[in-house]
């Protein structure tokens, strides 16, 4: 056989490899989902997806396996560009085998991990499997065991967002709780460890497979999921977003875009948006878009727990990420889910060299028997743990309230924040003029003739002795009072001036953080 004949053989099995399974294709169609080819057709750039192992075929024999070898063995794998920047890509191909995991399936995964973090690039799953190919039965669950290994020793080196695009139950659902983001898409795609029928064998509970594990019970209840969409499209074009705002690994910085928003620019909505009142409710989502360039920005967690709020967006071209109080939810007050969100979010952003600003806007932690009894002290130890480990830049604001411990926990001077503002509405201290006073002044009010309006002034006279704007600024625990309209251009220049920071962290193995 002549070479010419060698290269025409080889261009036919391609096209047996690129063109086959139609069938396959109609089926994910009616289904409302896309190939894997197609998927990955819309993460890359045109023309800049490299495949590799795509004529790796599995050697499992036994239970009819050894009767149907096809190419690539359900995964497409391998790197391109989003961008103009490389990332790396794996993804299920559902027309074969479901999707499922075996031996040379999960060989391929294990190839394309290591490529990315050899070469120091994101990493992209795009997950549509039935999990472990049962045929193939340990094998296949020591390929898992293979994936978790090098997704943990990817984590805080390189980006890694998973993508949920079909059921993926056991194994193929810890893979992605092990990554950075997780994306679903609604109806399409769950995630459970074990499916409904054997919740249904072993408890009784009935239940369907979005029930269990849709992408809004995992957006909103268990908080497994970052984002959730409505469909493919939508959802790809926002992880290549949320690619744009993050370094290709841990030696780099965020990539910087051109600021068209000016840096000098006057928030003077600011001043009617927030009210002095500090009972009174407002969106702090709009405090946010005021601020940074252009009012764009991307959420994570938006609907999960939602007294805090976790972004990333830029101020003066440079990303940023930003942890804010929801007073318009439950106050804006820090309790269990609220307080693993903002961790888990600070501790990202210092893995990937992304400075956080901090809108503290809180009332204390939530008090109840529920939250002391579900670990409130173990959980609110964990964002106190993620700000003091952090050595990005970080700034702290006051817009208002700042009350007990979760005015320490959100970031203040004393856990090592590098600058801390406040607007003249702030309110710094141990906790509300009310309860201090009827602490403080139990007794005189108690022998008052008339102890309503002996309250009322001891109130008055508390706030204005240790809660007036300038209290925590004359000891130096705020570095300046500003103006609310002042504040996008005193967080870019102190974020500017930051931008060089080196705060290195005591030699060990690693921290034990509380869990």
Known sequence: MTMHERVGELTRIREEVLTGGEQGAEAQHRRGKLTARERLDLLFDEGSFREVEQLRRHRATGFGLEAKRPYTDGVVTGWGTVEGRTVFA?????????????????????????LALAAGAPLVSLNDGAGARIQEGVSALAGYGGIFQRNTRASGVIPQISVMLGPCAGGAAYSPALTDFVFMVRDTSQMFITGPDVVKAVTGEEITQNGLGGADVHAEVSGVAHFAYDDEETCI????YLLSML???NKEMPP???AGDPVDRRCERLLDLVPVDGSRP???RGVIGEIVDDGEYMEVHERWATSVITVLARLGGQVVGIVANQPQSFAGVLDIRSSEKAARFVQMCDSFNIPLVTLVDVP????????????????????????????VPRVQVILRKAYGGAYIVMDSRSIGADLSLAWPSNEIAVMGAEGAANVVF???IQAADDPDATRDQLVKEYRAELMHPYYAA?????DDVIDPADTRSALIGALGMLRAKHAPLPSRKHGNPPM
């Not at 074009?237 to 290549?240: I, L």
């Not at 028997?369 to 993620?386: F, M, N, P, S, T």
């Open 247 to 249: 370094p290709a690994n």
């Open 256 to 258: 910087g875009a051109p």
């Open 90 to 114: 794996f993804a299920h191909d559902f027309r074969i085998f479901g999707g499922a995991l075996g031996e040379a399936h999960a060989a391929k995964i294990h190839k394309v991990m290591d």
């Open 474 to 478: 004359e000891r130096g625990l705020v």
């Open 282 to 284: 407002y969106d702090m």
């Open 364 to 391: 204390g932690f939530l008090p109840g028997v529920d939250q002391e009894h579900g670990g409130i002290i173990r959980h609110g130890a964990k964002l106190l743990y993620a700000y003091c480990n952090a050595t």
């Open 237 to 240: 074009a926002e992880v290549r």
């Open 442 to 444: 139990r007794r005189q």
